[in-house]
């Protein structure tokens, strides 16, 4: 059995969850999440806890049930503090605005992408090289910022491009120029 799924989730105050059938719906002061359950996983709600326990002794429960219990965590995280990831980019001439829902983004193509966000996700730019990304949802928003990190990825010579705020780029040495 799962260590991680055999803990339970504590279900703060201000948070209300919602089971019905094979579906989990978290409301909160930060929003609301909805997601649907796997058949082989079992959910119970007592006393402003859930629990997760796999319904049979097959692989794929098994497999699922840690899986869940951390599904059903990070919704419940999301709606009580929401997540946050901070993207960095560098480079001459490479910067970033948000216009509304949309980030313009210059990297130094010829000509600017605009990356439209996802529903749930806000972004902010300070000082035209840290975008950090906002939003309940951690899946929705790890996608978003790995999107966002694709259309430059940092390389490794000078360090051009967009990283996450904790990522260590690894820098080669470049030609030496000795004949």
Do not use: Q, W
Request: proline share 4%; aromatic share 4%; glycine share 12%.
């Amino acid at each position: 059995m799962s260590r991680i799924g055999k803990k339970p989730v504590e279900i703060p105050a201000g948070v209300k969850v919602n089971l019905r059938g094979s579906e989990i719906e978290v409301s909160g002061t930060k929003g609301t999440l909805k997601r649907e359950l796997p058949p082989r996983v079992k959910v119970e709600m007592t006393d402003g806890t859930i629990t997760v326990s796999p319904a049979d002794n097959g692989r794929e429960a098994r497999a699922l049930h840690g899986l869940t219990r951390t599904l059903i965590n990070n919704m419940v995280k999301g709606v009580t503090n929401g997540y946050t990831k901070v993207l960095e980019i560098s480079g001459v001439g490479y910067r970033a605005d948000v216009k509304g829902d949309t980030l313009h983004l210059s990297l130094g193509y010829s000509h600017p992408i605009e990356f439209k966000l996802p529903k749930g996700i806000e972004a902010s730019v300070d000082k035209k090289n840290r975008i950090t990304l906002t939003g309940v949802d951690n899946e929705m928003l790890g996608m978003a910022a790995a999107k966002i990190r694709d259309f430059r990825r940092c390389e490794p010579y000078k360090g051009k491009g967009i990283k996450y705020a904790d990522e260590v780029v690894r820098r080669k040495v470049g030609k030496t120029g000795v004949k």
